[in-house]
């Protein structure tokens, strides 16, 4: 915290900025022309294996299926012909089968010309013969040829290469040329991620700029003038330089995430600036010079903004936690870009704004000016001052509308769903699992507990029944398995005879089976779908789905149905890439509820260090859950699912949420304590800060929602949940939190910062108590100053009096510093046994001769044998010396100018009571009200007339008092008099030595 404020705190730096702006600049363009320089690096790369955890179970086992039975990524050539089997009809589909697998890439194409080539080893068939010999064939139907006949599918098994870029263009070059006689597309896993990137490179082209345009007509809009439209957009598009020229140094590329950066970085960096040159402005309007209107601004904004920035950053910051590779990487650039910022908006904004001319307001603005905004105001204002029950009836109402929609909310990652309906990429999948099988394999291994296992009939008979299993579920086109092949090779060597479309019935005929399936369609078709043991077998699923959920409902159905009727035989896994991202996206549910409770945990401190107290922390950071409730509250009604981008919502929500929060509780901190008039200081709080949160969140909103036209159906409907998202937060803003603020007391480590004594200063109660003997010296000093003037003779005995007099208060002054130095040698924090009365004596020199001149009489009555505490005696002194100025006030305020010591009276007492030390300190002032009794500890909370009391010292002396274990009671009479007392334990019972 000391470091946290030591930062904010700097002068120093600030002025270093204002006088040397040209170096200052200088710097920051050199390290923006290195960045520059590795923009060039860029790349983009989005894929759907993005969206997996690597190492989770399904991964692992994943990986290990890919060894045994090869890659499952294939890519469907979809062709559409009204009579495939005519000559020259089949003869095409063969050529382009033959120049598809000459592509570098591809493993192997399965077309019915090839099947045909690998049956017909002589060429004897024509086409209209081998349609007739695989009528009966299941294997072909819905996945070679669609049920009318009029579609047909090839299918382009990959090699196991990450890069499938150079296939896709290969084959697409193909059917380009082939499309003037054929209709054909491909489709595939590759092609949505080849999408994917596609799509993400044309919207990173588009997006931003259009962003970064929008924002600017705002900035000049707002502010109608070009040096608040250059500033802002300079900040920020070098803050985007820094962070994309890290990411390309880093070697991270762009992807479906990562795209969304700029859009923050513009949106929220326009906001930050809006709040600075809002302040600027009128700093500017009583300053003499830039240079002063610059410091006067930035004396005031950076503690916000750097909290601000800071608050941002853990909510994104929190996303780190989650598995997903994408993710992370959005969440470490946007806290990046984030520093960037701070960084221009701390050094490079106010270096710019010096060396440019003053500038007043001139025209009103909107941001600063009246009109529609400020009766707007003033209707909010009403709302809470008058009507604060009915608003937070209506906000907990519409809360708990909210939660219950977000009881409806589904995890669920969709690859195809990324896209729009209107895509090629939609209509191509959708039409293929209309006319022949889905895209999207699933694999069922069963893998037996024996060598040799599927070379038994009854055994392959087995796979058969799960297929037949398997082929009526619902989303599952087709199945595919060893026994199909059988079936098939059983068929050929039987000279297609259709009873011989079956499975063979004896050991030895599986043998003989097998053998041919090896000779005919090769030793890879065969290790695809069996290992060389015989041991495990692979079921290939052609599915139609692709959403997460139903990915994971697939397979629990199908891990129900083989526990209870094969658990005996085998072992059963089900896998394939679907079933990895689908695992993985349930996580993200556990990720969200991990990263937003960092978040808030994070905040709340945060918040409690601020202002001093867990209760403020836990209630200001009440008004940033509303949005997050809302944005999640809309997506259950609205059926929005949670996906990897609409994840992203609530860490960001409430990053950007708390901006808002500490605008506000700063400025009405600062209002509050100017005549701690809750009424007061709200209306003046939101007029001040009302606009700017106002204009701030509509810009950000403003920059999001261009994410709506986004290619990707996520990054639009994320575009869309950012809308609503700040405009409840501006919701929570403007109504929630100032309603909730009343009931909180504010105090913030920045007063006390304010408060504490500089580095070789004094603190203002013991500068006034210096001050006392150093004005009777000065007047002293003046009387003689004066008759000397007027060449007054001065009496002997006159002389001798004021004589006296200045020598005493020098010897009270030297006795001051004599304590101050050894206060200031005891300054630290270790505890030691400490004797209370001594505490009392050393404050009392101290006071004391004030005290008698104020003609208070001062009465002790202390215990010699009071046991010792455990303590710190500077600090007790300080409570001391606060009860008793207290005491001291409240005389004067209730005798004003009697000048009889009769009745000004303080009363000091020390003694044992309930086995503990106690101290009491009883004065016969104004008393303290009834209904007032109860706040006089909090913090800004005096009765003293304005000027008289910062109203701390009660605070920080029950701190004080807390800090050694004890505790501080007060009993008080109105106009009668106030007792306190200091109650803490004996020395030996703290275990302390």
Known sequence: ???????????????????????????????????????????????????????????????????????????????????????????????????????????RVLSLPGIKQDMDLTNRWTPGEFQKIINPIALFKKNFLSEDQKTAVMSVLLDDVSNKTPVIQGIEKLLEKENRTLSLYQIGMPLVSKALADYTVSDFQKLPPVTFLIMTLVLLFLFRDVRSVLIPSGSVLFALIWTFGMMAWTRTPLSLLTMIVPIFLIAVGTAYC?????????????????????????????????LAVITTIIGIGSLMLNRIYSIRAFSAFSCLGLLSLLVMLLFGVPAVLSVLPLQRKGKENPIE??????????????????????????????????????????????????????????RNFADVARQTSGSFPVNVVLNAREEGYFEDPAHLAQLAKIQSFLNGLEGVDKTISLADFLKLVNYAT????????????????????????KTMLGQEMFKRFMDMDMKQANILLRTHISGSRDFLALREKISHYLQKNFSENF???????????????QLLTRGLVKSLSLTLVLIIAAMSLLFLSARVGFMAIIPNLFPIVI??????????????????????????????????????????????????????????????????????SLGFSILIFSHFEPTAVFGLLMVVTMLAALAGALLILPSIMLHVELVTAWDLLRLMPTMGGISPGVAHELNQPLNAIKVG??????????????PDDRILHVATEISGQVDRASIIISRLTELEEKRGFEKEKVQLNDVIRKTLAIV????????????????????????????????????????????????GDDQVVQGRLIAIRSFMEENRVKVSVSDTGTGIPTDLQERIFEPFFTGKTEGKGAGLGLCISREIVKNHGGRIDVKSWEKRGSTFVLSFPKARETGEI
């Open 1 to 107: 915290m000391t470091g946290l404020m030591g930062l904010i705190n700097s002068g120093r730096r600030l002025r270093f900025v204002i006088r040397h702006p040209v170096l200052v600049l200088t710097l920051i363009g050199l390290l923006t022309l290195i960045f520059a320089t590795k923009l060039p690096g860029l790349r983009f790369q989005t894929s759907i294996y993005d969206l997996a955890i690597e190492n989770l179970p399904e991964s692992v086992y994943y990986r290990q299926f890919k060894k045994t039975f090869g890659s499952e990524e294939m890519i469907l050539v979809v062709a559409k012909a009204n009579d495939f089997f005519a000559p020259e009809t089949f003869k095409r589909l063969g050529e382009i089968s033959n120049a598809i697998s000459k592509i570098e890439g591809v493993k």
């Open 781 to 794: 000093s003046e009387f003689l100053k004066m008759m000397a003037q007027k060449k007054q003779k001065i």
């Open 494 to 517: 039987n000279e297609y005879k259709k009873k011989a479309y079956a499975l063979p019935e004896e050991p030895f005929e599986v043998r003989m089976l097998i053998n041919s399936y």
């Open 274 to 306: 809006m709040y600075i040159l809002s302040a600027y402005r009128s700093e500017a309007e009583a300053a003499q010079s830039s240079k002063e209107a610059v410091y006067g601004c930035f004396i005031h904004v950076r503690f916000p903004t750097v």
């Open 848 to 895: 004391e001769q004030q005290l008698l001149l104020d003609n208070i009489k001062i009465t002790r009555n202390l215990d010699q044998d009071l046991p010792l505490i455990f303590g710190q005696t500077n600090r007790l002194e300080q409570v001391m010396y606060n009860l008793l100025s207290n005491a001291s006030d409240a005389i004067l305020a209730a005798h």
């Open 631 to 700: 944005s999640f509250g809309f997506m259950g009604w609205f059926g929005i699912e949670l996906s990897v981008a609409t994840s992203l919502i609530a860490s960001i929500a409430i990053g950007l949420a708390v901006d808002d929060t500490i605008h506000y509780l700063v400025r009405y901190n600062e209002e509050f304590k100017k005549d701690l008039d809750k009424d007061r200081a709200l209306r003046d709080t939101l007029y001040q800060v009302g606009r700017p949160i106002i204009f701030t969140t509509l810009a950000i």
């Open 369 to 426: 000016g009246g009109g529609p905004v400020n009766l707007f105001l003033g209707k909010i204002i009403h709302l809470n001052i008058k009507r604060r029950k009915w608003v937070l009836l209506i906000v907990l109402l519409v809360s708990a509308i909210a939660i219950s929609g977000i009881t409806r909310i589904h995890v669920e990652t969709n690859p195809v769903g990324f896209f729009k309906e209107n895509t090629p990429i939609s």
């Open 571 to 585: 072992d059963a896994h089900v896998t394939g890439f679907g079933i990895v991202i689908s695992q993985s996206s």
